[in-house]
Structures are given as structure tokens and as C-alpha cells.
């Protein structure tokens, strides 16, 4: 439920345990993540020691979670503005993993953000106009991640521990001003951590990332890259030619989709920039 401090808080049948990982995890640079299904030993008084890691549906390294049905990418039009970019490359490493990316605008009782709302609806996305403040757009989202286990993400100060206070709010996260200088949060949140919602979800809030903060440690390789693109998939296959990188080539159907409006020009600037991320990325420096 919580990774903290080398720390592992494990909930087993109702009772939550405060474990440490073998060594033997160590020595093969492995490490539980928050949402793992693990074997523990019960050494009393509420600690244990974790012992296996059941197989993962998936795992992320950023946030460090495991076994997401739902990536909820946190987003706002103002203070801090989101950049669309951060939104594509986290949908498409989530949609590469089978986790099914859902994107929640904010403070949309500040700043609607119809543009991102049409991109992201118009990309085939569930795509939720909510406020933390007014409650506006808060049973939607519900209702969009009952029963699953999810993660909300976003950079710092787009309101994720505000929402799930506005989902839950018997939870009582502790929520940060954003800096008017900055355009910022300032990370309230420090750790993942599980929480138990009233409609049967399981929610991980997790730590903000800077705006610039790009360097993300999961590159996709540059030739699946476009699967990870949903609103392109009926056009692959479609390219004059075999290899196509549907950057700029002539006879590109991706291309002809966005020159004829079918694919957003916002989502396509964010797959040609993460295509160069990926061509540059060689395995063996990293």
C-alpha cells in the first residue's frame, strides 16, 4: 500500500503489516512497488518480511507502481499550465503497458481547458472536466475508475491529493499552495501510497514532476512507438512505404490523417518529439 524509507506497508486480509524486502531483492535490483501482489512472513507485532513478488500485470518506474488498471494523468489549463507533451508521453508509455490511460482537467472552474478537452476526447481518450473546489466533474470520475486499481499522476500543483481528498474526504492529504513565481507546486506528496475509495477503487497519489522534467528512464521503441498512439492505429499498414516513421515522408497515412484534421496536430508534434527521443536512445549508455 506505501513504499517508504526502505520500508514496505502491506495490507493482508485487513491488517496492514510494516515489512522490509529480503536481500535477495537487492542483489537482483529488484524492488516492490506500491500495488504489488507479495508473500510476506509474519514476524509479530504488526512487521514482517516480504519474500515474493507475485507476476506483475505491469510496472512502472515513474511513478514507481505495479498492477495499474487506470493512469489518471492529472492536468490544468492554469497555475501551473500543463504541457501537452507531458500528457502524450505518459498516455503512451501507460498504453503500452495495458493500462488505460484517462485524463482529468482540473481547476476547470478557473480555466475549462476545452482545447486539451477536445484533443484528448477527440483521441479516443475518457476525458473528465473536473474541480477539486466546486466538486464539478468529481462523480464522473468516479464513476470512470469504480473498482479499479488507478494512479494519478501529473506535474506538480495540477491538484492530485485534492481530488482524491474531493473523492474520499475522510482521507485528509495534506495539499501544497503553487508558487505564483513559478507556475509550481512545491511536491506535497513524497511517497506513493494506496488509498481505499468509498467506490471500491484503489487510488496511488504520487509524487509531482517538474514541467521540464522530461527525462523519463522508459523510452518506447521507435518503431512500436506509433501503437502507442491510438488515433493512429487504423492508418498503420496504409504508408507507401514499408518502414514508414510517419514523420515526414510522402505517402504517409498518418500525415494525410492530419493534414485532413483526423489526428490533432498538438498530438502529432508530441509522437515526432518522442520518435527523435527514441532514435537517439542508445541501450548500452544506460
Not at 529480503?22 to 512472513?41: A, C, M, N, Q, W
Not at 518480511?49 to 507502481?65: M, Q, T, Y
Not at 467506490?199 to 509531482?208: C, I, M, S, V
Request: glycine share 10%; aromatic share 8%.
Amino acid at each position: 500500500m506505501k513504499a517508504l524509507s526502505g520500508f514496505y506497508y502491506v495490507d493482508c486480509e485487513g491488517t496492514l503489516y510494516t515489512c522490509r524486502a529480503r536481500g535477495k531483492f537487492r542483489h537482483k535490483g529488484e524492488s516492490p512497488l506500491v500495488g504489488d501482489r507479495v508473500e510476506i512472513t509474519d514476524l509479530g507485532g504488526g512487521t514482517g518480511s516480504v519474500d515474493h513478488i507475485l507476476e506483475r500485470k505491469n510496472a512502472f518506474s515513474r511513478p514507481a507502481v505495479a498492477n495499474m488498471d487506470q493512469l489518471v494523468m492529472i492536468a490544468a489549463g492554469v497555475n501551473p499550465v500543463t504541457d501537452p507533451f507531458l500528457i502524450d508521453r505518459v498516455a503512451a508509455i501507460a498504453e503500452r503497458k495495458n493500462c488505460e490511460p484517462v485524463v482529468c482537467l482540473n481547476k476547470c472552474d478557473l480555466e475549462p481547458c476545452q482545447q486539451l478537452y477536445e484533443i484528448y476526447s477527440k483521441a479516443g481518450f475518457t476525458t473528465i472536466q473536473v474541480s477539486a473546489v466546486t466538486g464539478e466533474g468529481i462523480q464522473q470520475l468516479s464513476d470512470a475508475i469504480t473498482g479499479k486499481t488507478v494512479v494519478f499522476t501529473g506535474n506538480s500543483g495540477v491538484g492530485k491529493s485534492s481530488i482524491l481528498n474531493a473523492l474520499d474526504s475522510g482521507l485528509a492529504i495534506a495539499t501544497g499552495e503553487v508558487s505564483e513565481k513559478l507556475g509550481r507546486g512545491r511536491h506535497t506528496t513524497r511517497h506513493v501510497e494506496l488509498f481505499r475509495l468509498p467506490n471500491g477503487a484503489l487510488a496511488a497519489d504520487t509524487p509531482g514532476f517538474a514541467s521540464f522534467d522530461t527525462d523519463v528512464p522508459e523510452l518506447l521503441d521507435k518503431d512500436e512507438l506509433a501503437l502507442a498512439f491510438r488515433e493512429f492505429v487504423p492508418y498503420l499498414g496504409q504508408c507507401r512505404f514499408v518502414g514508414c516513421s510517419h514523420t515526414k515522408e510522402k505517402g504517409c497515412a498518418i500525415l494525410d490523417a492530419l493534414e485532413k484534421g483526423k489526428i490533432s496536430q498538438s498530438r502529432h508534434r508530441s509522437y515526432v518529439r518522442l520518435y527523435e527521443a527514441a532514435k537517439e536512445y542508445k541501450a548500452w549508455e544506460h
